[in-house]
């Protein structure tokens, strides 16, 4: 790690030199790579990246609509990572215009459950949180569906008939209506991963996700009130995410009532 200041010294140089590989090189390591040192500068110049944001954002905007090849997800990821990282430096006045696109493609993104963009798009997600704070209320109402769906017994169950070979990957969980459902281990991973986005949402926006409670509180209580033992044992962890989140639902309801001047 470099000290600022003498970051800020060879900034220059060295985005001249990272620019001129995003732009001419196809290689993709190689682009990775300067994406990532890209980050790394943005991260530590802070409101002095400005000077390079509108050179480099076009770029990973291109790269995020035409690396769409399965070779190339982590390269679309790192340029997901890059956006939300130049929003943190530069700050949400400058960045709300690009974070309206960076989100519309994460969006229309389709992931396989191995997907490494997956991890990507969910930490860019919580960073333009981060950086945007109460006006990522904008993005909620087109992010939260898809949350909600991965949060579902329901709407994760393996349908098929789950061989017996592969018995010990699924846990045996109720669903709605009462129905005993599978659900393979790995969907818990990504439960926990949206859990974990509906906390950032919730501890940056505040008051501002006031209008969401509803709709996420009825998300987590299947969670909370599950009593299956298998659930109980494989996915403590998931209950754990899902009371924090409760808890902070909470605390957005009281803020929301005070902003606008509701009793409690």
Not at 131 to 160: H, M, N, S
Not at 179 to 188: G, I, S, Y
Not at 232 to 258: D, F, N, P, T
Request: hydrophobic residues 40%; aromatic residues 8%; proline residues 3%.
């Amino acid at each position: 790690d470099l000290d600022t200041s003498l970051m800020s010294g060879y900034a220059h140089g060295l985005m001249e030199k990272l620019v001129a590989k995003l732009q001419t090189s196809c290689h993709r390591g190689v682009q990775e790579e300067s994406i990532t040192c890209v980050a790394v500068v943005a991260g530590n110049i802070g409101k002095d990246f400005g000077r390079y944001y509108d050179s480099v954002m076009p770029m990973l905007k291109q790269l995020v609509m035409t690396a769409t090849g399965e070779k190339q997800n982590r390269l679309r990821g790192k340029a997901f990572e890059c956006m939300s990282l130049l929003g943190l430096a530069v700050g949400k006045e400058k960045f709300l215009p690009d974070a309206h696109q960076a989100i519309d493609a994460m969006l229309k993104t389709p992931l396989d459950a191995d997907d490494v963009q997956r991890e990507y798009i969910k930490e860019a997600s919580e960073r333009i949180c981060q950086c945007l704070k109460r006006d990522f209320r904008l993005f909620v109402p087109a992010l939260l569906p898809g949350l909600a769906r991965t949060l579902r017994f329901e709407e994760v169950a393996e349908t098929a008939q789950v061989p017996d070979e592969d018995a010990d990957n699924y846990v045996k969980v109720t669903a709605k209506g009462g129905k005993l459902v599978q659900v393979h281990t790995q969907k818990f991973e990504e439960m926990k991963q949206s859990l974990s986005l509906l906390l950032t949402f919730c501890t940056e926006m505040e008051g501002a996700y006031f209008e969401f409670v509803e709709e996420t509180a009825a998300v987590l209580l299947p969670l909370l009130s599950n009593e299956d033992e298998e659930f109980a044992a494989y996915c403590e962890q998931v209950r754990g995410i899902a009371l924090q989140a409760w808890g902070l639902l909470i605390k957005v309801a009281r803020a929301g009532e005070k902003e606008r001047n509701r009793p409690p």
